[in-house]
């Protein structure tokens, strides 16, 4: 029996993966901070993608621009949701209210782009993305390899900042108890924003990482949403280790599957983990019982 | 009896009306806001009144056009019959679906409804053998004209509003309610929350694999991104939050206006009329997270209020 396939295959999950990652643990900050999940979190790394494209496509900026440029952009316009729409309506209809909205937001940014971008599928210049390195017949391709890089940066920064920083104290501290962090003097209100900012962050920097692997067009977010949403019930819903790990296993368990399905129901391989891990294991990976 | 009047009087010219209104575009219209309506009533019902969102209905609403147009197509059974075939089967796709994420704490059944309706249109999509694939299925049997359709369209809407109605208006209808407010204290008091959703899910599936069995019949082409699309989940949310989650007629009055809007903004462009809906949602959310129907109520108790305060204040 040959394994490089298999080998090569979870090889490219585990790159894939790590992107994976990045997008569910700003989904589940965001959650386990506020109790919303935010549906238009695809939408966010539709326009991280997007920008990432035309910043290379117009000025020939390259990642690590795209990068720069996508952290305080993002990061203001998670503030500005969240202040403008999220908190508001959460205030007013509770847990059902925010699902709603963030579903109606979801909804107009993807057929806003569709109005202005148009349909097409969009790439990087296949020159750029195809390159590889060669290793015992694994091919390594440059643009992942360098995607899973800047995720693992990503991701130990974003780790380091909650665990060491007294900002990523308080996110912390009302993720676990909401009242009993309002007590000890949080500004609840200042660190829902902050936890938005950040998984809004997460979610366009993923964006401009995946650009260069995956197409770009106005309805992408939906397929990465559906992703996230597996990866953070994996990991358990609320743990940011969770969702680390529920990445890199989900890329890899997508990847290696493909091998033994039909190509078309690549994506039906997410809703199959999904039920298994709500059959066996619905508190995650990682995440306490809430059964 | 006052109380019975508008209600008649509603279904009166309800009945005459496909006979005053020869104009075929407005009887389409009336169609069309009837099948909305329909669909906002039973997404309601779990959405509204158990507060379980489902951004997945389309999965059911696909499942009725396939069905009943499949038995038409194949053994030449009557899509009125295939009709109640594809309502049923909907009804057993749904039960999985609750009973592995209602047992569970949290928004699990919202997170798996969209992964849900996605497997089910890429299994339409790909199982070509079966369902044409994405060319989709052809009806050339003549199924009757408009007024034919409006009638029963009519009749099904009716009945769903009936069926809510009584599911609302009975102790289910407490359940339900004290469900969505607090499920752990429902629970306590002895409400089988995880039963009642899984319920209440399967009725929902049912009455939105109708509307959509209808709706093949009504356009004679289907495929799976006219019927499995998304866009059918978000219209049913936005009849819904326009006209008054949680209550009875909102579903209704969503569908009348926002049904007209949506046909004249496509007539105007193609591409901008989904954007409309996605703006609606947020529009509402934000500044009439009742809708227009309980907005409407507060006003009025408000102003009747206010005329008793008057007469009050004059007689003292």
């Not at chain 1, 506020?34 to 790394?45: D, K, P, S, T």
């Not at chain 1, 200042?190 to 401009?208: D, E, H, K, Q, S």
């Not at chain 2, 009742?290 to 008057?310: C, E, F, K, P």
Request: charged share 10%; net charge positive; aromatic share 12%.
């Amino acid at each position: 029996m040959k394994l490089t396939p298999y080998i090569q295959s979870m090889v490219n999950g585990l790159l894939v993966g790590s992107l994976y990652s990045v997008i569910a643990m700003g989904l589940t900050i965001i959650f386990g901070v506020m109790r919303v999940i935010n549906m238009a979190h695809g939408e966010l790394i539709m326009l991280g993608m997007y920008l990432a494209f035309w910043a290379f496509t117009l000025f020939g900026l390259g990642q690590v621009a795209a990068l720069l440029i996508s952290l305080p952009l993002f990061l203001v316009l998670g503030a500005v949701i969240y202040s403008g729409v999220v908190n508001r309506v959460q205030r007013r209809a509770g847990e059902m209210g925010t699902l709603l909205v963030t579903a109606g937001l979801a909804y107009l940014v993807a057929n806003a782009a569709q109005l202005v971008w148009k349909a097409d599928f969009r790439s990087l210049p296949s020159a750029l993305i195809t390159r590889s390195l060669f290793w015992r017949g694994i091919s390594f391709n440059y643009s992942l390899l360098w995607a899973f890089l800047a995720a693992v940066i990503l991701t130990a920064v974003t780790y380091l900042f909650l665990i060491y920083t007294d900002a990523g104290r308080a996110i912390r501290a009302t993720a676990q108890d909401r009242e009993a962090a309002a007590l000890m003097g949080v500004q609840i209100h200042r660190i829902n924003m902050l936890a938005f900012a950040l998984g809004t962050a997460l979610a366009g920097m993923a964006g401009v990482l995946l650009t260069p692997v995956f197409y770009v067009y106005p309805y992408v977010g939906r397929v990465f949403l559906v992703k996230a949403f597996v990866v953070v019930v994996l990991g358990g819903m609320g743990s940011i280790l969770g969702a680390w790990l529920g990445g890199l296993l989900f890329g890899v368990v997508e990847s290696v599957a493909c091998l033994f399905i039909p190509s078309g129901y690549r994506d039906a391989v997410g809703l199959v983990v999904f039920l298994l891990v709500l059959l066996f294991k619905p508190s995650g990976l990682l995440g306490r019982s809430r059964v | 009896m006052r109380k019975l009047a508008l209600p008649s009087l509603a279904g009166v010219i309800l009945l005459v009306y496909p006979l005053m209104v020869r104009n075929r575009f407005f009887l389409h219209l009336s169609v069309m806001v009837l099948l909305y309506a329909l669909l906002g009533v039973s997404w309601n019902l779990l959405g509204g009144y158990t507060g379980q969102i489902s951004f997945g209905h389309a999965a059911f609403f696909g499942t009725g056009a396939y069905t009943s147009t499949l038995l038409l197509l194949r053994f030449g059974i009557s899509p009125w019959l295939g009709m109640l075939v594809g309502a049923v089967l909907a009804l057993l796709l749904s039960l999985p679906l609750g009973w592995l994420t209602f047992r569970l704490r949290g928004p699990y059944f919202a997170l798996s409804t969209l992964a849900f309706a996605e497997i089910v249109r890429v299994i339409v999509y790909n199982w070509d053998t079966l369902t044409g694939g994405g060319d989709g299925l052809n009806i050339s049997t003549d199924l009757g004209g408009v007024v034919r359709f409006y009638y029963i369209i009519l009749a099904l809407t009716v009945a769903a509003l009936l069926v809510a109605g009584a599911c609302v208006r009975s102790r289910w209808g407490y359940f339900l309610n004290a469900i969505r407010e607090d499920e752990d204290a429902a629970e306590a008091l002895g409400v089988p929350a995880t039963r009642m959703k899984v319920i209440v899910l399967a009725i929902s599936a049912f009455f939105v694999a109708i509307g959509g069995s209808f709706f093949a019949s009504y356009q004679l082409y289907i495929n799976p991104d006219l019927v499995y699309e998304s866009q059918i989940s978000i219209q049913m949310i936005v009849v819904t939050i326009v006209g008054g989650i949680g209550t009875l007629e909102g579903p209704v009055v969503g569908a009348l206006i926002i049904v007209p809007l949506s046909e004249y903004f496509r007539s105007l462009s193609p591409v901008a009329n989904p954007l409309i809906y996605g703006l609606f949602i947020v529009v509402f959310m934000l500044f009439l997270p009742q809708g227009i129907v309980s907005g409407v109520q507060r006003l009025l108790t408000r102003r009747t209020a206010a005329v008793a305060d008057q007469h009050v204040s004059a007689s003292v």
